[in-house]
């Protein structure tokens, strides 16, 4: 028992030197988590505000001229305003506006008569972006009902009686899509980190042939798997926990969880994802390979699977059934749990159990394969 702690007590100590001597593992652990973490917090959003939109002014009225100055005052748009409606056109035309209000000329006209035709606000979008043209039709509608009922305080006109909503959104009452994609994106960086740096490392000792040289003493499989996992495994933690720390004190996203929860998951995910990554550079054996597979299987079941950018329930039922077996599935869920709830454990340790039984399954395949390749 003490000749097996030494050696691996020996095995961790040469791979922290290698990792002091060879600066791309400290460039995958913290530099890459840290450029990634501010493009996917700057750069990607879900919140359609400042839409270029033309507004056609067609009626010289006041109310007219009103409700353009609502559309104008709006933040959910960038507002370009003519009384000509085919300058407009032509900016739709070549995407340089999404979307086209017209307020026409009848509508002043139309809005004081006593009759219960109302007048037609026509809003046209560019459906090439469908997301986009929704927001165009559902912010444009916000502008005018607001507008109206604005205008009818200050005319004493009573609205009609009926139902009213009371809407109320939980978790994420101000619905700031970088509170949900930021804790996401952290999870997307973990699964790259966690298979980079083990695929990349281990692979280039297989080439070189220091991985041969090693089998070759009294060094047991397990032991390698153990001094090989303890660095990068520390590492991993160290990039979780900085990159965690930028999202709450730079990007202000609120964390509702504890810290034992939050370790819990990254222990049981990191576990995962250097498994992988140590499976990879044991069936690879070359850098090159090594990186482009850990990008395949890490990196875009990521992205795609796991529920970060698409919704996990609406894919067809094969594909729902393959996000199974994507670790960064279960960290996407728990981190946004912590963040924007807080420590729900009835959601996050069957997250954990999972994410270590697909260690467990990952470590046992590489023993094998280990093995087998060097007898």
Do not use: C
């Not at 139902?163 to 899509?177: G, V």
């Not at 370790?263 to 550079?281: K, P, Y």
Request: aromatic share 8%.
């Amino acid at each position: 028992m003490k000749d097996r702690l030494r050696r691996i007590r020996a095995l961790i100590t040469k791979e922290f030197v290698q990792v002091v001597r060879d600066p791309s593992s400290l460039l995958i652990a913290f530099v890459l988590p840290t450029i990634l973490l501010f493009l996917f917090g700057f750069g990607v959003s879900l919140d359609a505000k400042r839409i270029r939109i033309g507004l056609a002014l067609e009626d010289n009225g006041e109310e007219a001229a009103s409700l353009a100055a609502s559309f104008k005052a709006s933040p959910y748009f960038d507002v370009r305003i003519n009384r000509d409606a085919r300058s407009l056109e032509e900016d739709l035309l070549a995407g340089r506006s999404r979307g086209m209000v017209v307020i026409a000329d009848n509508f002043s006209a139309t809005l004081h008569k006593n009759v219960s035709e109302q007048p037609m606000i026509q809003v046209i979008t560019d459906g090439s972006e469908t997301n986009t043209a929704n927001y165009v039709q559902n912010y444009s509608q916000g502008v005018v009902s607001t507008w109206s009922t604005i205008r009818n305080l200050k005319q004493g006109k009573s609205e009609l009686n009926g139902p009213r909503l009371a809407p109320r959104i939980w978790f994420n009452p101000e619905l700031e899509s970088r509170d949900s994609l930021v804790p996401g994106a952290i999870a997307i960086i973990m699964a790259i980190i966690g298979t980079l740096l083990t695929a990349l490392v281990v692979s280039r000792e297989w080439e070189r042939g220091t991985m041969e040289a090693m089998m070759a003493t009294p060094v047991g499989i397990a032991e390698v798997i153990i001094g090989k996992l303890i660095p990068y495994f520390l590492l991993g933690m160290i990039a979780m926990l900085g990159s965690v720390t930028v999202a709450v004190f730079l990007f202000k996203v609120p964390f509702h969880g504890s810290l034992t929860a939050l370790l819990l998951t990254s222990i049981a995910f990191l576990l995962a994802a250097l498994g992988q990554g140590l499976l990879i550079s044991t069936v690879a054996k070359n850098q090159f390979v090594a990186a482009q597979v850990a990008m395949v299987t890490g990196f875009l079941p990521a992205f795609l699977l796991s529920g970060f950018i698409f919704e996990i329930a609406s894919m067809p039922l094969p594909i729902r059934t393959l996000t199974r077996i994507i670790p960064a599935r279960y960290l996407v869920t728990n981190l946004q749990t912590l963040f924007l709830v807080g420590d729900v454990w009835r959601l996050l340790l069957p997250n954990i159990l999972i994410l270590l039984l697909l260690a467990g399954i990952l470590f046992f395949i590489t023993a094998r394969k280990t093995a087998k390749r060097l007898r």
